[in-house]
């Protein structure tokens, strides 16, 4: 056995021998370079040019081939001998980034070029295969980006700038800022670009709406800059309610600054945002009283106060690895909230609120294949309600509300979001995986109608003094709770052939308080661009979705229980007194099934995306969502001929998961931009081309059974219930318009139409005994009336006035890439000309310019003086004027 293991060892060391021309000295081994390539806000550029070339007699001997940087940033020089280089990272509109002296050793090398992007260069467009870009479903297929002009015309205040958003968008989409979903919008000043993706079929998708808002805000890069501003909305300019014959006082001062620059050279940058607002209005009180109608402005005004700070902090961990900080600090004031409609002054209440975000955010390459996105955020928020006026309420159906709010305490929140995406790129598989954590624990104090409620089925009842029901709520409303909910996904884009891509995938989720650990996902989806100039690109996919249970849900089951706090119904009380209220048995109490599920939806969609040109595009999506197992109330003790199955308990409702629905929505949207975007300002003292325009149309039908988790069927049938759902609004359409053909003016204008919306015909009356005001006449549906539509004309007006000899620098350097016509990418950067040292704009804003009356609250209660009529009137015309300042 020796000798056969000696022959063998002297057979290995021969064969080393002879494959090395020195067996006595190792040969060094080769190294690999792994260069990342970015712009100066530390974003990837992919497709850049990379070359690498000897110093030395050793290095110039091997001839090394120019490479291009993957979809993240990077590229992989293999084979590389030991020794010192010059590496160049070229990319058109970008100044070619140059490694003057890189040592390569054995092993993997990495380096970073940053690449500063060329002073006057306004957009050039980059070239790749037509057909592959366009069948990429994260391109530029099926997403608009709305224009600088657009963004600078949103509202400064944070809940119009929502709805503003939603509207342009034509539906109902998930806000995401820079990744994240949810929380307070960033002040205008801080965003760099707002992007309207449709039919998100992936996986990592929670939502099965397929429509997402996503804003990106900007660091701060460069020397310091700053900005101010002022907007000021009188009442004077206001339109007056049909309701209120004299208009009452109202005034919104809307006030903000903004200061951000570089902190560490090429290392870290802030944004900085200081922002509040006062502002009070009157509102108006349209009652039926015994007297007859009162319609007039109240003498009450609602005073509101805010105060906003917003703060981004960018630092480089390493040449390709970022860290993001961003908090956010809301408190609001709110007084006399809660009257005016059908509530008169003494129901008055005030709100107070303070909320805290804290978000980390960490990107870059893990080795050459693989990016990652982690994110991390925590909230706190606290808030107070305090009712003015302590009495118990009065109630008419369809006529009036007096007495007191009764809401006292509040509410303790901490949340906190975790969340981690993973690509990875290999031959034709582009594989991305997550995972997110959700979840905090609540503390409520909350408590309401402590002091009790009468409820008058008419006028006539009231004037009678004989009350239909009275309710009160008594016990400990002290209640803590903890809430998680968690998914993870896997997907991959599948690229069959330079025009196909398959997107198969997987979605699961889970979470505390129900018991449904069945909640898969999976999803598929094909883009196909047909045609080789790629301006047009058809996508179809089918997936299921599923819901997680609100935390408000759970929180009322806890509450109302029976054992913390007991719900007292009475029938047909004695009034004003009704009684001992401590000896009454019947108690009402919530509570969820024991075999809840998540709620799921089914959605196929298709759809087809053409671009005229980089910046020009037009599409139609369609989309067929079935949703099952939603939530819906079961009263388990409902009166039987005027008596209840147990006489001691009162209403005992059961939140159920088998209600359903069915949504049908069509979606077309056309953008068009004459000239290319530009952040550098025109030069020609007039330009027609500078225009922008476009428009969305939403066509949707919407059906369910069920009006949510609490709602108990009238019939107490589910068959019976199936009608249009709350928000089954047929039309929508936006128009906007945008010009700049004056230099240093711009004009946007949007038109906004939603036809109307539903409701449904109510008896007034409780004609089943159960105290539960829900009850139809025969034969009568969910939801078979509707309102009428709204139309909103707005415009937003800017002269911008260049004060000072003195020039800055360009301005802060940085990159939009959008996905254009034949597959090519418009690469837009963030810098332009020099600039005056002090700029100031004067800035008119309007909602509803014509004063269009747009009548909503229309009553469907039978024994109302106003059935079938509007109650009410929104978004009268509103005028601010302001003045920027920026530096």
């Known amino acids: 056995m020796t000798r056969v293991v000696a022959g063998l060892l002297s057979w290995i060391l021969l064969f080393a021998a002879s494959a090395s021309p020195s067996f006595a000295q190792a040969q060094p081994r080769d190294g690999r370079l792994l260069i ?50 010059i590496i160049t990272a070229e990319f058109p509109g970008f100044e070619p980034g140059v490694l003057k002296d890189v040592r390569v050793r054995a092993g993997d090398n990495r380096q970073t070029i940053v690449l500063a992007i060329q002073g006057l260069q306004d957009s050039v467009t980059v070239g790749i295969d037509k057909q592959e870009a366009s069948a990429d479903r ?78 990106i805000t900007q660091p701060g890069l460069g020397p310091l800059r700053g900005s101010g501003r002022y907007n000021l909305r009188d009442g004077a300019f206001s339109g007056r309610s ?41 509102p108006s009180l349209y009652v039926a009283t015994p007297g007859g109608t009162v319609s007039q402005a109240m003498s009450l005004q609602q005073p509101r106060n805010q105060a906003n700070v917003y703060a981004v902090l960018d630092y480089a961990l390493t040449k390709d690895q970022t860290l993001r900080f961003n908090y956010n600090q809301n408190d609001y004031t709110q007084h006399n909230l809660g009257i005016g409609g059908y509530d008169s002054a003494d129901r008055a209440y005030s709100s107070e609120e303070h909320n805290h975000t ?24 606290d808030s107070a309600n305090h009712s003015l006026f302590d009495a118990p309420t009065i109630l008419v159906n369809g006529a009036f509300n007096n007495g007191g709010a009764q809401l006292a305490g509040g509410r303790d929140t901490r949340t906190f979001n975790l969340a981690s995406d993973l690509d990875y790129v290999r031959s034709i598989h582009s594989v991305r995986m997550g995972v997110v954590f959700s979840g905090g624990s609540y503390r409520s104090t909350s408590t309401s109608n402590y002091l009790g409620t009468y409820t008058f089925t008419s006028l006539d009842a009231f004037e009678a003094g004989l009350p239909q029901s009275y309710t009160r709520r008594i016990g400990d409303p002290n209640i803590d709770y903890f809430n998680l909910q968690a998914g993870g996904y896997i997907q991959d884009d599948i690229r069959v052939r330079k025009g196909l891509t398959i997107t198969p995938g997987l979605r699961y989720e889970v979470q505390t308080h129900l018991s449904d650990y069945n ?21 179809a996919s089918a997936g299921v979705f599923t819901d997680w249970l609100s935390s408000g849900i759970y929180e009322q089951t806890l509450q109302v229980d029976g054992v913390r706090q007991q719900e007292l119904n009475i029938v047909n009380p004695s009034y004003p007194d009704p009684g001992n209220v401590g000896v009454v048995p019947p108690i009402n109490k919530y509570l969820l099934a024991g075999d809840l599920q998540m709620a799921r939806n089914v959605r196929v969609s298709s759809g087809v995306d053409y671009a005229f040109n980089p910046f020009s595009r037009v599409g139609v999506t369609y989309a067929h969502v079935t949703g099952s197992d939603l939530l819906r109330g079961d009263n388990l003790n409902t009166p039987v001929n005027g008596i209840r199955p147990n006489p001691a308990v009162g209403n005992l409702v059961e939140v159920l998961g088998d209600a359903t629905s069915r949504q049908n929505t069509m979606n077309a949207f056309m953008q068009v931009s004459l000239t290319a975007p530009s952040m550098a300002p025109p030069k020609e003292l007039w330009n027609w081309k500078r225009t922008n325009f476009g428009f969305n149309y939403t066509l949707g039908k919407s059906e369910n059974n069920t009006d949510g988790a609490f709602a108990v069927p009238a019939t107490g049938s589910l068959a019976a219930e199936w009608g249009p759902a709350s928000n089954d609004i047929r039309h929508r359409l936006g128009f906007f318009f945008g010009a700049a053909w004056l230099r240093n003016f711009n004009a946007n204008v949007n038109v906004n139409y ?38 909103n004309l707005g415009g937003f007006f800017v002269y911008n006035i260049p004060i000072g000899q003195k020039k800055l620098g360009p301005m802060p350097p940085g990159v939009m890439i959008q996905g254009g016509a034949g597959g090519n990418f418009n690469v837009t950067t963030m810098s332009a000309d020099a600039l005056p040292r002090f700029r100031m704009g004067i800035i008119v804003q309007a909602q509803n310019l014509t004063n269009h009356i747009n009548y909503t609250g229309y009553s469907g209660i039978m024994t109302s003086p106003f059935f079938g009529q509007p109650t009410a009137a929104q978004q009268m015309r509103k005028i601010d004027v302001g003045l920027n300042f920026n530096f």
Not at 253 to 267: C, S
Not at 758 to 786: H, K, M, S, V
């Open 519 to 539: 909640a898969f996902g999976p999803r598929i989806g094909v883009t196909w661009s047909p045609f080789k100039n790629g301006k047009t690109t058809l996508r």
């Open 138 to 215: 994260r391109g530029g297929s099926f997403v608009t980006a709305l224009t600088r002009d657009q963004v600078d015309a949103l509202s400064d205040d944070p809940t119009e700038m929502a709805q503003q958003l939603q509207d342009m968008a034509g539906g109902t989409g998930v806000i995401r800022v820079d990744s994240f979903e949810g929380g307070q919008l960033p002040p205008k000043a801080m965003i760099k670009s707002i992007h309207v993706t449709r039919d998100a079929f992936a996986a990592e998708n929670h939502s099965a709406g397929g429509l997402f808002i996503d804003i």
């Open 242 to 282: 049909p309701y209120t014959p004299v208009k009452g006082p109202e005034r919104s001062q809307n006030y903000g600054t903004n200061f951000a620059g570089t902190l560490i050279k090429d290392r870290a940058s802030f944004n900085l945002s200081l922002n509040g607002s006062t502002s009070f209005e009157t």
């Open 754 to 791: 939603n036809s109307g919306s539903p409701y449904t015909i109510r008896t007034g009356l409780d004609d089943n005994g159960d105290q539960i005001f829900n009850d139809r006449p025969a034969g009568i549906g969910r939801d078979t009336l509707r309102g009428a539509g709204s139309f």
């Open 358 to 381: 804290l978000r980390v955010q960490e990107v870059g390459p893990l080795g050459r294949r693989a990016f990652v996105n982690t994110r991390l955020e925590f909230g706190w928020s």
């Open 36 to 85: 990342t390539v970015v712009d100066q806000t530390r974003a990837v550029i992919p497709n850049a040019d990379v070359t690498v070339t000897g110093l030395e007699d050793a290095t110039k001997a091997a001839t090394l081939a120019p490479v291009k940087t993957s979809d993240q940033g990077v590229a992989t020089i293999a084979a590389v001998k030991p020794g010192r280089y």
